[in-house]
């Protein structure tokens, strides 16, 4: 059996040293007979991020590399690994040690059980605030109710994927990815594994606010119409209040006929019906603006170089530079 295991990498040159050393410890806790690849992805960094890989790469054959032309995200780089690891089992998880690699050994256990997801969920999460919980706890709670309801709350990106779910992700190739979506709407045999995230072991979130709420975004609009239902309920209701307002002038013009005083709530109303129809406007553009980038059939990545792959793997929806790539291999060949 082979167990591959992909980690992405931007700017994660003080992480690294203590992700590898833990890592690798977690490994040989393994049982015997077991075989290992370790894919990094390292996802346009810009500090030494590349160099220290390469180094950690020429004393291990089993770390193999991907250095992406620049930084296409998060989710690009997962998928990214995904898509040229060989394991039996395959696991995803996070450079910054919050993913502990001691859950290797029981998220393989759950595998053997018969399980093609195995999900370390998250018990407790310390050194984060409370307003990081609480929206976290929020954001999971949208996504339950906007993207799909078989989402496991506080569970991330950290997975085990079986082989057949493996290539279930691979036949998925939308641009804007939501994983934890595409997983959920794969129905695939769960396990959950209860944890306590530990605090970040050196540097910066590479998920501060503003990056979650686009995030968040992404996921709700790549995965369901619901803004669009939503914006589409506000325009019925609107409509409604509309009927009512219309009742209310064929009162003060036929009962009352006293129409003069009605021009400030006449003009609330056009303020508020104005800012509906600009807001489903905004809300049409957005996905279609999704739309075209799928139709452009762009790659989601794109490879500048590779180490220890041994070659270029053929795979869908993404660009790979051959002579820089090959010629990279050839030269740690020699």
Known sequence: MLLSVVI???NEED???FLLKRLQDALLQLEDGLATEIIFINDGSSDATARILDAAGSKDARIKAIHFSRNFGHQAAVTAGLDIASGDAVVVMDADLQDPPELLAQMVDKFREGYDIVSPQRASREGETW???TTAQAFYSLMRVGVDKRLTSQVGDFRLYSRAAVLGMRGLRERHRFLRGMVAWLGL???????KRSARIAGETKYPLWKMLRFAWTAITSSSALPLRITSFAGLLSMLGGFVYLFYIFYVTFV???TVPGWSSLASLQV???GAILLAIGLVGDYLARVYEEAKDRPLYVV??????????KVEGALWLPERVNHNEMNRAA
């Open 8 to 10: 992405p990498l931007y």
């Open 15 to 17: 992480t690294f040293p």
């Open 131 to 133: 307003f990081k919980r």
């Open 189 to 195: 045999k769960e396990a959950v594994i209860p944890f």
């Open 256 to 258: 009352t006929q006293s």
């Open 272 to 274: 508020l019906f104005n």
């Open 304 to 313: 500048d170089k590779t180490m220890n792959l041994g070659g270029l793997p």
